[in-house]
């Protein structure tokens, strides 16, 4: 699947012209992950803003004496890394791929 595709298939972007598809196009790149591996840290910068395609990612939130807590699985058709929205701007929450992950990761200083 290409970008635009992918891009077309996101219920975000329903709706959306091709002029806004080419834009967000122009700062997304396919990211494949393995299961396990991170692509959100709570407490760094909240630089980034993924889109699955495929797989499924949980967020957690470390619990002292209990460890990670789940908070929401996330796949196809979801946005990973909200907590840019809000000021401050790093992440409140680890985001970890449960399974193999192909997702687009867009640039969020330039979204």
Known sequence: MTVPDALRATPLLTGASEDDLERVAA?????RLDAGSLLLRAG???????LPVRGRVALT????????????????GDVVGVSWARPAQYWD???RAVTEVEALTLDGDRL
Do not use: F, K, Q
């Open 27 to 31: 700062i997304s790149e396919p990211t």
């Open 93 to 95: 929450l680890v985001g």
């Open 44 to 50: 760094h910068p909240a630089d980034r803003r993924h």
């Open 61 to 76: 939130l470390p619990v002292p004496g209990r460890g990670d807590l789940v908070a929401e699985t996330l796949g196809a």
